[in-house]
């Protein structure tokens, strides 16, 4: 279980990112964190692997402190978090194949790692988390020769390599063609509901929202304005979320 | 106002700086206190050196006259406090600068005239520039001498003559005193090919004899065609000063004939030019690979988007970035010097300089190439879990490659330029040589390190340029 209490951020310049955010996530939730662009989505979901620091505020995670985790100890808690980014975030000028195996940089040797020295193991489950995307054939391409979508599932696999008991995606498909959208996040659901990967998302479309999350919550300036089932946001919450002008837009093509 | 008048009177600017017009006032103060310095400065006698040599223009008591200015300067800011904050400045600005114009012309010694008339010296450095010492005609040198003592002793001396080219020499006296004609004959030389006369003095200088109806030429006697030569000459004053003339000393007279042997070969100095352009490579190569090696780590500690996570990172990255732009700043040639210190001349001092500077410089380079990268790999391999080290190998190596090749290759270039002076304060290459033909005033040698250069300049810009094409 995942416990987020009281969380505040205020980054250096004054801007108050998060204000008194708490919620917790069950096992095997999909959790999909909602709100418009500024509203502290990716914030939060950095402070739970602490990519960004928090100001003030509690995370467990596991029974762990996460927010009390220094050095190796917080790295151990990194490698257990897989994480998806907007941008993917691949290395470019490397293969796939090696963008992979760097999912597995929290469980192997500094030494071996460093000169390139992959054990065989750490080899085959890169073919095998290639292969869960359709990517097998593209292992020894450069990250840049592939599409969005592609570089996305290579992303995914990345994650993957982590054995990771928590996925946190930060607008996975926002960066990408709608038609795109299901094909990636049915890959998040397939391993929440397969592996039982807990996944905390955060989406931008509501009918993705409700397509794929069990449960919702929604930021607003830094502050958590909703919490509840997807279904349970109709029109008055949603403008109660994104302000009075919102108009709701799909990401189309329903899976 | 006129408190604040009274105040600029007795310390310039201090009325401006009690009226709040801080910076003029001062400004007004370090004007004036500049002047007063500089008028002081220039009325000191300046000797460079113990020989007292008085350096024309400066220590003229008539620069006491510039005093009028800072007093003009001074009355103008009496005025001025009084004024209001708006008003310009531009009659003090104009009189200092005129001042500092003219003190300093005065200081840098600016003498155009000079410039006119020493030109014909140009043409003593410029002639032998056109005939470069590299190669030369092959030949064979061979000598034969013959001693004589001079003057006369008063016992007839034996004469010695000795060859190690089967040159015979021999005097028609074994003795003679200053202006002396004698006759020498010389056998075993190779037919109708020059030769030449040359005076060893007692203490073993060289010179060659000169022609008596034309003293700026060398003699040049041609040998019959059976190889014999018989001429004459004038014994040479040939004692050094501090030796008493009247003193029977041993002197000699060599035959010296260079017989062509057909073809071209590197002279003295072409070989020392070779030798100095090959440890010019590789001194630029080493310093070039090791530099390289040394900026890379040194970089990431001085990468602030790297460094910033903690304050122990942010100490670190601030003690190294200071350092390499130190370093940076002092040029190669300055640290070649300590290095000379250190170790001694030759090219491991020059190279050790050449390093540490590229080391600073290409530091600084790829740390900026560094901050430049795309974050957001390097927040993903951090979200995996990894370690520094790891973060560096995988989300930032990749990234930064091109371009710390292509720094890299440019410095290369840099550092083959650095390498050809270097040797000027000891630091072994070319540089070397070349600093002690121009001590020497061989010209010829010294244009032919240049042209020697020049090539090597070239071709390596041109081989890196090429290079950088390839791997844009
Ligand atoms: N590094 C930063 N420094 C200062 N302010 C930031 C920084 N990152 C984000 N912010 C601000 O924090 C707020 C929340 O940003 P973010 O978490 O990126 O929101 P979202 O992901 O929902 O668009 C925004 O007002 C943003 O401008
Ligand atoms: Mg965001």
């Known amino acids: ?255 | 106002m006129a408190r604040l008048s009274l105040a600029s009177l007795l310390l310039p600017g201090l009325g401006q700086y009690l009226d709040g017009r801080r910076a003029r006032g001062l400004g007004i103060l370090g004007v004036i206190l500049a002047m007063l310095g500089l008028i002081w400065w220039s009325l000191i006698p300046q000797h460079l050196s113990l020989e007292s040599r008085p350096i024309p223009l400066k220590g003229d008591p008539a620069n006491l006259a510039w005093l009028v200015v800072p007093a003009l300067i001074w009355a103008w800011n009496v005025w001025d406090a009084a004024r209001p904050e708006t008003a310009r400045g531009w009659i003090p600005v104009s009189l200092a600068s005129i001042m500092f114009f003219v003190i300093g012309w005065q200081a840098a010694e600016i003498n155009p005239p000079v410039l006119a008339s020493n030109v014909d010296r140009v043409m003593l450095i410029i002639r032998p520039m056109l005939e470069p010492d590299f190669i030369q005609a092959r030949a064979e040198e061979r000598e034969g001498w013959v001693e004589l003592l001079v003057p006369c002793p008063a016992e007839a001396p034996m004469t010695t003559a000795g060859s190690d080219h089967a040159i015979g020499v021999a005097l028609d006296a074994p003795c003679g005193s200053v202006g002396d004609t004698l006759t020498v004959t010389a056998t075993g030389l190779t037919p109708d090919v020059g030769v030449e006369l040359i005076w060893q003095s007692p203490i073993g200088d060289f010179f060659p004899l000169r022609q008596a109806d034309n003293p700026t030429e060398f003699r040049v006697e041609k040998p019959d065609a059976q190889g014999n030569l018989t001429t004459t000459f004038v014994v040479p004053n040939a004692i050094p000063p501090g030796i008493d003339p009247t003193l029977p000393q041993e002197q000699r007279l060599y035959i010296r004939q260079s017989r062509p042997l057909g073809g071209w070969e590197l002279s003295t100095n072409g070989r020392f030019i070779l030798q100095g352009i090959y440890e010019t490579i590789a001194l630029a190569l080493m310093a070039t690979t090791l530099g390289t090696l040394g900026a890379f780590p040194f970089s990431f500690l001085a990468a602030r988007n790297l460094m910033s996570s903690n304050a122990f990172t942010l100490g670190v990255y601030v003690v190294v970035r200071t350092i390499l732009n130190i370093v940076r700043s002092i040029e190669s040639l300055i640290i070649a010097i300590v290095f000379v210190v250190i170790i001694g001349l030759g090219p491991f001092a020059g190279m050790m300089a050449v390093t540490v500077h590229t080391i600073a410089a290409l530091g600084k380079l790829f740390s900026e190439v560094i901050e430049g990268i795309d974050p957001g790999p390097i927040e993903a391999i951090r979200a995996t879990g990894a370690n520094w080290l790891q973060i560096i190998r995988y989300g930032v190596v990749p990234q930064v490659v091109p371009a710390f090749t292509a720094f890299t290759i440019y410095r290369w270039e840099i550092n083959v330029r650095a390498s050809t002076i270097i040797g000027v304060v000891g630091g072994g290459g070319i540089g070397f040589f070349l600093i002690q033909w121009i001590n020497l005033s061989d010209y010829r040698a010294v244009s032919a390190a240049f042209l020697a250069i020049l090539v090597v300049v070239q071709v390596m810009d041109f081989v890196s340029a090429k290079l950088r094409e390839r791997l844009a």
């Open chain 1, 1 to 255: 279980m995942l416990e987020v209490q009281n969380l505040h951020k205020v980054y250096p310049n004054g801007t108050r990112a998060l204000t008194d955010v708490s919620f917790n996530v069950e096992d095997g939730e999909f959790l999909v964190v909602i709100g418009l662009s500024g509203s502290g989505k990716s914030t939060l979901l950095r402070c739970v692997n602490r990519l960004i620091e928090p100001t003030q505020g509690k995370i467990l995670w596991d029974g762990v402190d996460v927010t009390a985790a220094t050095g190796a100890e917080l790295r151990g808690v990194r490698r257990r978090i897989g994480m998806i980014f907007q941008q993917f975030n691949l290395v470019k000028r490397s293969t796939v194949m090696t963008n992979v195996l760097a999912g597995r940089l929290g469980y192997v040797g500094t030494a071996g790692s460093l000169v390139g020295l992959w054990s065989a193991e750490d080899k085959a489950q890169a073919l095998r988390a290639l292969e869960r995307v359709g990517l097998a054939e593209k292992a020894n391409a450069r990250a840049d020769a592939l599409s969005g979508g592609q570089q996305q599932r290579v992303a995914i696999a990345r994650a993957l390599m982590q054995n990771p008991q928590l996925i946190l995606a930060d607008e996975p498909v926002a960066s990408l063609d709608p038609v795109l959208s299901h094909s990636i996040l049915q890959y998040l659901e397939q391993l929440n509901r397969e592996e039982k990967i807990t996944v905390v998302c955060s989406l931008h479309f509501l009918d993705l929202v409700h397509r794929y999350a069990t449960r919702v919550i929604a930021l607003k300036d830094g502050q958590v304005v909703f919490t509840g089932l997807p279904q349970e946001i109709d029109k008055a919450r949603f403008k109660e979320i994104y302000g009075e002008d919102a108009i709701e837009v799909k990401a189309g093509l329903s899976a």
